[in-house]
């Protein structure tokens, strides 16, 4: 399996506009201003730091980015990026929706890692996520971008990554 962290290219160049984007806005917090909350279980328990990312729009390829900022520092490290087809909207998607690209990872200290992705040419996918944009608000939108503000859940199912010496399935859940 390849890393979700290299999942592919496009969501990289994404999220990394999107971490430019969401240091010059509001975006990195939900409107009470607490951020969000990740809650580990399975084969490995725990409730790392979490802070959301940022959701944007793109017209150039029409899909919505989002994810959390990686906190390498912490044990364990979560990592989440997830695009969707469109523009974002208060609904739920999954990994097997139309246009999806995801790479969803938790990694231990002692470098057993669990991961979900999509499937990217040759590589299967494995693991699942729910989605859940329970709301959406624009909070600023320019020529061909469009940043969000959204709030929700995430429910992902990671599969033990082969060679790493993780064994058993981690559930994460994030409230944003």
Request: hydrophobic fraction near 35%; proline fraction near 4%; charged fraction near 5%.
């Amino acid at each position: 399996m390849k890393s979700p962290l290299m999942h592919r290219s496009g969501m990289i160049a994404m999220l990394s506009v999107a971490v430019v984007l969401a240091s010059c806005s509001s975006a990195s917090t939900n409107s009470s201003g607490t951020g969000c909350s990740f809650t580990l279980s399975g084969a490995l328990t725990g409730t790392p730091g979490c802070t959301p990312l940022g959701t944007f729009w793109t017209s150039d390829d029409n899909k919505t980015a989002f994810g959390f900022t990686p906190n390498f520092s912490s044990d364990p490290a979560v990592l989440v990026t997830i695009a969707v087809a469109g523009e974002a909207t208060a609904t739920t998607y999954h990994e097997t929706d139309a246009g999806a690209v995801a790479g969803i990872s938790v990694s231990s200290s002692g470098g057993s890692q669990w991961a979900m992705q999509t499937a990217d040419g040759g590589t299967p996918a494995s693991g699942s996520y729910t989605l859940t944009f329970s709301s959406v608000s624009t909070i600023t939108s320019d020529a061909g971008t469009k940043v969000y503000q959204v709030h929700g859940t995430l429910t992902a199912t990671l599969p033990a990554v082969a060679g790493s010496g993780a064994t058993g399935t981690v559930t994460l859940k994030a409230t944003f």
